[in-house]
């Protein structure tokens, strides 16, 4: 069975600062990896994902991420934080037919 | 906007009763998923249908129930409710199932 686990509830990250949101997941076969953000009182927005080819993927908003399949990770990293990225933060990883969520990193960007 | 619609946005209802929350995907998605999204549970898939066909189940209580008519439109079916059912209910669609998907808003439910 899959599993994703964001080991940070929260990150705290001055307003231009690089920033990551750390993710890693257990999956049988190549895993489809995705990050989500999600604003308050609204669905979840998709940012980006990964699923074959160049380890570092370019997503919506200025977020990249990095596949690391000896470390199984999938870290969301950004260079420059804005105040307007402070969100929750979902991983996703899909095994056969399920997708399955972090259970999410609240990211705060303080100007 | 994602192209999800889901109804109602908030529904209120007492515990024991029975309530049915509607979901229509962005035009063209065959892939109907159900999440809730609770405070102490994070997001928790429950449910996914391709083209009609379940495909996969995940955390989904036996009062709880779905499906996916010719339309592709989905709709969660919830019976005896309790209290512990409050969350916030998301339906997300997809093209395919290695593509990403599309949140609807979410349907508040609080059951008091």
């Known amino acids: 069975a899959q599993s994703v686990a964001q080991p940070e509830d929260q990150v705290n990250v001055a307003e231009g600062n690089p920033l990551t949101v750390k993710c890693t997941y257990s999956v049988s076969g190549n895993p489809y990896l995705f990050w989500y953000v999600q604003y308050p009182n609204r669905g979840l927005q998709f940012l980006l994902k990964y699923i074959t080819g160049d380890n570092l993927v370019k997503g919506s908003y200025g977020f990249e991420a990095e596949f690391n399949k000896s470390q199984t990770s999938f870290h969301l990293k950004k260079p420059s934080a804005l105040v307007s990225d402070s969100a929750l933060y979902f991983c996703?990883?899909?095994?056969?037919?399920?997708?399955?969520f972090g259970a999410g990193t609240r990211l705060f960007v303080k100007a | 906007d994602s192209g999800v619609t889901q109804t109602p946005k908030h529904l209120i209802t007492a515990t024991g009763q029975r309530v049915t929350l509607r979901c229509s995907p962005r035009s063209g998605d065959l892939s109907v998923y159900w999440y809730q999204q609770s405070l102490d549970q994070g997001l928790q898939f429950l449910i996914q249908?391709?083209?009609?066909?379940?495909?996969a189940k995940g955390n989904i209580l036996e009062r709880f129930s779905a499906q996916q008519f010719p339309d592709l439109h989905s709709e969660l079916n919830l019976s005896s409710l309790e209290l512990g059912d409050s969350a916030l209910y998301f339906c997300?669609?997809?093209?395919?199932?290695?593509?990403?998907?599309?949140f609807g808003q979410g349907t508040r439910l609080t059951v008091v």
């Open positions: 249908y391709y083209n009609g066909e379940e495909r």
């Open positions: 996703a990883v899909r095994g056969g037919f399920k997708t399955i």
């Open positions: 997300a669609s997809s093209f395919r199932e290695d593509t990403e998907a599309f």
